[in-house]
């Protein structure tokens, strides 16, 4: 499993994976209360990639991300 620093890494990371094998992609959002930030997971079976955001602006971009994968996930069926 590896750790993207930033988040345009993981965006591209997360939407290429998806684009390629849209049947095995699992995305996982986890909030960790304790420590006070959001766990994200894109996996293909094959490869992981995991962001975390530790600060409030990220939550604009993982609602982005969320809602245009949620979106075209909905759209295939």
Not at 7 to 20: G, Q, R, T, V
Not at 46 to 52: E, P
């Amino acid at each position: 499993m590896v750790f993207v620093k930033n988040w345009e890494d993981f965006e591209i990371a997360a939407e290429n994976m998806y684009m390629a094998n849209p049947q095995n992609c699992r995305y996982t959002m986890k909030y960790v209360h304790s420590k006070g930030h959001i766990l994200l997971k894109m996996t293909d079976n094959v490869k992981c990639v995991q962001y975390r955001a530790e600060n409030m602006p990220d939550l604009k971009k993982i609602e982005k991300i969320t809602s245009n994968l949620v979106g075209h996930m909905a759209s295939k069926e």
